[in-house]
């Protein structure tokens, strides 16, 4: 089962939706996956960057789902077992999305082209999904965070000694999977169950009669005469 690749997965794959989009539209611009501070873009304008700037851990069970998550698996010899594992972290991933060059209005068409990539594709599955963390079946959701505004901005940015840039807010939600197994047992298929009739035993077996469980033979009562 996948453990701690899924952080460093989910920002894989959003980043390839955003180098497609990219590719697409047949621009000169690069996305990046990195820090978004002044040096950086300087060297790699024209760009798209995207930057994870805050992670919120939680815990959730959904839906008709245990507390433990079990997996099924089969060993070297064919056995089938069912694995019990850790609760699951739940994670709201918050990233920002800027772009850079040196001619606004370019800029500007940069970061259009990362924004509609996203509003195109609301939902990553199968083959948009990239790396080992995520299980067949997985979705990856991807939304418009209304709480990133200029004060978050003027945070993040402040923190690399820049003021505030143009950006939009998304959030993503995964899970981190606990590598700690609690327990495993063998998947059975199939059930047999014999059933020993003590008047009627199984062909070459000892006899009711020796059992002292002879049935006696049934008394035929007439039916009452009209």
Same mark, same amino acid.
């Given at each position: ?15 390839? @939706?955003?180098r ?28 798209? @960057?995207? +930057? ?28 089938? +077992? ?16 800027t772009?850079?060059s ?21 939902k990553?599955? !199968? ?11 997985d ?12 004060? @978050? ?5 402040? !923190?690399? !000694? ?16 606990? !590598? ?16 020993f ?8 077996s ?6 002292? @469980? ?13």
């Amino acid at each position: 089962m996948p453990k701690h690749q899924v952080i460093r997965d989910v920002g894989q794959s959003l980043l390839g @939706v955003l180098r497609a989009e990219l590719q697409a539209a047949r621009s000169k611009a690069k996305a990046h996956l990195a820090t978004p501070n002044a040096e950086f873009l300087r060297k790699n304008s024209p760009c798209l @960057v995207l +930057y994870l700037y805050d992670l919120r851990p939680s815990f959730e069970v959904r839906t008709n789902e245990n507390w433990h998550l079990e997996e099924e698996i089969t060993d070297d010899k064919g056995e089938t +077992y069912v694995v019990r594992y850790g609760r699951p972290l739940d994670m709201s991933l918050h990233y920002l999305l800027t772009a850079s060059s040196d001619e606004l209005g370019e800029e500007h068409e940069i970061l259009a082209l990362g924004m509609k990539a996203f509003l195109d594709r609301p939902k990553l599955s !199968g083959d948009g999904l990239i790396g080992d963390s995520f299980m067949k079946g997985d979705v990856l959701p991807i939304a418009n965070d209304d709480a990133y505004d200029l004060q @978050v901005a003027s945070t993040v940015f402040g !923190g690399f !000694g820049q003021g505030p840039r143009l950006s939009v807010g998304y959030r993503a939600e995964a899970r981190l999977f606990s !590598g700690k197994e609690l327990g495993r047992s063998r998947r059975v298929r199939e059930r047999h169950i014999d059933v020993f009739d003590q008047l009627r035993p199984p062909p070459g077996s000892v006899s009711a009669k020796e059992l002292g @469980v002879e049935a006696k033979p049934p008394k035929i009562v007439a039916p009452p005469k009209r």
